[in-house]
Nanobody, 126 residues
Framework: QVKLVESGGGLVQAGGSLRLSCAGS????????MGWFRQPPGKAREFVAA??????????NYADSVKGRFTVSRDSAKNTVYLQMNSLKPEDTALYSC?????????????????WGQGTQVTVSS
């Protein structure tokens, strides 16, 4: 059974940091594009960050709202992707989910991802 399991969410004050993890099992995700999405309360799911292999190295893409504050990375040996979130703001409050895409052209499009985790809640207090 293919699974993605997120962890690391919680309650943090504005300006604080959290590190989310997404552990994969059931198949190797080392060559997949791995994305992070979030869904704020009462709003639609939105792209946060993604990472993929490109020419023997990794390429990362970020939403404008998180550039300079969030960093996506991966440990292929552990089949795990991370999202380091710094300088958190109340507007970052959301359910954060990771996703994996075997073949993808548009990293920001959630409909192009094949596997999804259940999500981990991040709440940032002001």
């Amino acid at each position: 059974q293919v699974k993605l399991v997120e962890s690391g969410g919680g309650l943090v004050q504005a300006g604080g940091s959290l590190r989310l993890s997404c552990a994969g099992s059931g198949r190797t995700f080392s060559r997949d594009t791995m994305g992070w999405f979030r869904q704020p309360p009462g709003k639609a799911r939105e792209f946060v960050a993604a990472i993929r292999w490109s020419g023997g190295s990794t390429y990362a893409n970020y939403a404008d709202s998180v550039k300079g504050r969030f960093t996506v990375s991966r440990d292929s040996a552990k089949n795990t992707v991370y999202l380091q979130m710094n300088s958190l703001k109340p507007e970052d409050t959301a359910l954060y989910s990771c996703a994996a895409a075997v073949i993808i052209a548009t990293m920001t499009d959630p409909t192009k991802y094949d596997y999804w985790g259940q999500g981990t809640q991040v709440t940032v207090s002001s």
